[in-house]
């Protein structure tokens, strides 16, 4: 495999983005490129992303297109189509790396499998420490999440677990649930068998399981990410989730149909 494109979704979180940026800017594989998907924030995510151009160590370009609700789907199609590299890892935009995540995902990547990876979901209280006081969580010990386990500041330890062996890794090839875009490896290739992110899902939700599930139609297969890429996520409030009911009537129709290509995909971006 030759290069990896990181695609990360932001909307308005400059201190978040800021941190995922020096989570990615700490990588021992740095075979890879950065594309910001960017769901219309103001200048501030502009001038971060400035800011970061001459120090991250890798190529950073930045797709932006006007805010008109949540549509997640179709920055990340926009993104996908100035891309270079032969493998997508889709990160969000409010969850730091560890140093080992590029390194991981290129380890696991096999030809007609798509990656899932999983996250630690950090406290309101612990995500307003690391942002004010800079802190780098993506370099603490097992033994300091443990404690912030103890002060119920994440929610579990597993996912910095790393388990050297992978034979367990294709035993859930089938399952779309707990696939989530904020950790989530694909082929390129792939992406464009399947037209890549259906834009018709707007509003929150979805939209990551529609994907996994017309891969499944085209062939691809799941394969656990889990105790290998695990990311830190940001705590931030919950997003309107008015449109979910929508979004899951569609997902539904896919998952009982044979869809394959995107309803509105990556070649109408």
């Known amino acids: ?44 995510t502009a001038a971060i992303i400035k800011d970061w151009s001459g120090r991250l160590g890798v190529p950073l370009k930045h797709v932006w297109q006007e805010h008109h609700g949540f549509r997640a789907a179709e920055a990340r199609n926009r993104a996908i ?37 999983n996250r630690v979901l950090l406290s309101r209280e612990l995500t307003e420490r690391v942002l004010a006081e800079r802190l780098t969580p993506e370099q603490w010990s097992f033994a300091a999440f443990l404690r912030e386990r103890l ?5 579990r330890l597993l996912p910095l677990v790393h388990v050297p062996v992978d034979f367990w890794r294709k035993l859930r090839p089938d399952s779309w649930r707990s696939c989530r875009s904020c950790n989530l490896a694909v082929w390129r290739s792939d992406l464009d068998r399947v037209d890549g992110f259906d834009a018709s899902y707007t509003g929150w939700g979805k939209e990551d399981s ?22 830190l996520h940001l705590w931030h409030p919950k997003a309107d989730r008015s449109d979910l009911p929508r979004n899951e009537m569609k997902l539904e129709a896919a998952r009982r149909s044979d869809q394959v290509r995107a309803t509105h995909g990556l070649s109408g971006a």
């Open 1 to 44: 495999m030759g290069l990896i494109s990181v695609i990360l979704t932001t909307f308005d979180r400059e201190d978040a983005l800021d941190a995922v940026f020096r989570g990615l800017s700490r990588q021992g594989d740095r075979g890879f490129e950065v594309i910001v998907a960017d769901d219309g924030s103001g200048p501030g």
């Open 210 to 231: 529609d994907l996994v599930v017309r891969l499944f139609h085209a062939g691809i297969r799941r394969k656990d990410g889990r105790f290998a890429t695990g990311v």
């Open 81 to 117: 189509h100035v891309s270079s590299g032969d493998y997508c890892i889709f990160l969000d935009g409010d969850c730091i790396p560890r140093a080992d995540f590029i390194a991981a995902h290129r380890r696991l990547a096999e030809p007609d499998w798509f990656v899932a990876g």
């Open 151 to 155: 002060r119920r500041d994440v929610n």
